[in-house]
């Protein structure tokens, strides 16, 4: 799979589920972290842990597993690490708060209107 691909099909699997607030950022030309940052969010902590759950079973499908995961436990901000792509899945709250879009404010956003089933 390629990069875009990668975040292609979360984005498909976070909007099939009801994940809110879906964002993609192209952030290559600012950090070295990542290429893309892929933001959504949940209203409850099942939810941001069974969205990450779904993301995970999709991409694993395709072959892709991440190479590290956190948050799982706590189910408030749970980050998926697939190298050039950061999966990151939030409660409500949380998401407000940390503000990552403010702090990544020259990322470049993507056009994900494609790969959305509820447009």
């Not at 607030?21 to 940052?37: G, N, P, R």
């Not at 902590?45 to 590290?68: H, I, T």
């Not at 995961?69 to 190298?83: C, K, V």
């Amino acid at each position: 799979m390629t990069v875009e691909e990668i975040w292609q099909c979360a984005v498909h699997t976070l909007d099939k589920h009801k994940a809110e607030d879906i964002k993609v950022l192209e952030v290559s030309q600012i950090t070295s972290i990542a290429d893309y940052f892929l933001l959504a969010s949940g209203g409850s902590a099942n939810q941001v842990k069974s969205l990450s759950d779904y993301v995970e079973e999709a991409l694993a499908k395709e072959g892709k597993v991440p190479l590290r995961n956190e948050g799982y436990q706590t189910g408030d901000w749970i980050t998926l690490d697939y190298g050039d792509v950061l999966v990151h899945v939030f409660r409500r709250e949380i998401r407000e708060f940390y503000d990552l879009e403010r702090l990544w404010v020259d990322a470049t956003e993507v056009d994900i209107t494609p790969y959305m089933i509820q447009q």
